[in-house]
C-alpha cells in the first residue's frame, strides 16, 4: 500500500511563476490536508480538503494560493506571482477520515529565486 | 490565530537524560494527537489520545492528557541520539487541527 506521494519533491520558480504542487493520498483516503513549513519552523495548517470539497482553507492567504482535489487525480496547491516569501516545505497529509491518523508525505521543498 | 503553544522550543540533552515536551491549549480539545518529524523528513504519528487524564506509554515514550483537555506532555526515558528530531501536537476541535510549534529535540552523545 503505497503511502503519500508528493510531486516535485523540489521546485525551483522565478518571483512571478506559478508553482503547482500534487499530492497523491493514501489508497482509500478522500481527506487531504497541505502545511507549509518554514526553515526551523513548525508547521502552519493551509486547507483541508476532502473530495471535490474545501472544507476549511481559514490557514491559507486569500491571494495567490488556491486549492483542488478533483473527483479523479491528485490534489493540487497552486501559488500563482510566486514571491521569495512563500519558499518553504510544503507537506500534504491525508486521512481515511477527520481526526483519524494523518500520514504525511515527503514534501516538496519550493524555492523561489 | 495559534490556539496550541509547545514549551520548550529547543531542547539539548546528555544521551541517558529525561526529556519532557509540553503543549498547551487555549481551548478544550476533542483529543490530541503527537508526531515526530526527523531532521529533513515530514512528520510521522506516534500516537492519539482522546480521554480525560488518559496516559499512554510506547516503550521509553509516556503521552498524558490532561483532566481538563487542553494540554498533554510527552516524556521520553533515558534518551537516546534515534530521538533527536523535532516533536509536534496536534490539537483537535471542532473541524480544525491546530499543530503546536513543536520542540526540536538535540541528544548530545
Known amino acids: 500500500n503505497a503511502g503519500v506521494m508528493q510531486n516535485p519533491r523540489h521546485l525551483v520558480r522565478r518571483r512571478g511563476q506559478e508553482a503547482r504542487l500534487r499530492c497523491s493520498p493514501m489508497k482509500g483516503h478522500s481527506h487531504v490536508y497541505w502545511y507549509r513549513q518554514l526553515p526551523e519552523e513548525g508547521l502552519k495548517f493551509m486547507v483541508y480538503?476532502?473530495?471535490?470539497?474545501?472544507?476549511?482553507e481559514s490557514g491559507m492567504p486569500k491571494e495567490r494560493f488556491s486549492a483542488e482535489f478533483p473527483k479523479e487525480g491528485p490534489s493540487i496547491l497552486r501559488i500563482q506571482q510566486v514571491v521569495r516569501g512563500d519558499s518553504a516545505a510544503y507537506f500534504c497529509?491525508?486521512?481515511?477520515?477527520?481526526?483519524?491518523?494523518?500520514?504525511f508525505g515527503p514534501g516538496t521543498r519550493l524555492t523561489v529565486l | 490565530g495559534q490556539q496550541v503553544m509547545q514549551i520548550p522550543q529547543y531542547q539539548h540533552v546528555q544521551e541517558g537524560e529525561d526529556f519532557t515536551t509540553y503543549c498547551n491549549s487555549s481551548?478544550?480539545?476533542?483529543?490530541i494527537q503527537w508526531y515526530k518529524q526527523r531532521p529533513g523528513g515530514h512528520p510521522v504519528f506516534l500516537i492519539q489520545l482522546v480521554k480525560s487524564g488518559e496516559v499512554k506509554k510506547q516503550k521509553r515514550l509516556t503521552f498524558q492528557f490532561g483532566e481538563a483537555k487542553k494540554n498533554s506532555s510527552l516524556h521520553i526515558t533515558a534518551t537516546q541520539t534515534t530521538d533527536v528530531g523535532t516533536y509536534f501536537c496536534a490539537g483537535i476541535t471542532g473541524n480544525q487541527f491546530y499543530f503546536g510549534t513543536g520542540t526540536s529535540l538535540t541528544v548530545i552523545p
Open positions: 497529509a491525508s486521512s481515511l477520515s477527520f481526526a483519524d491518523t494523518q500520514y
Open positions: 480538503l476532502q473530495k471535490e470539497n474545501i472544507i476549511d
Open positions: 481551548t478544550t480539545l476533542s483529543n
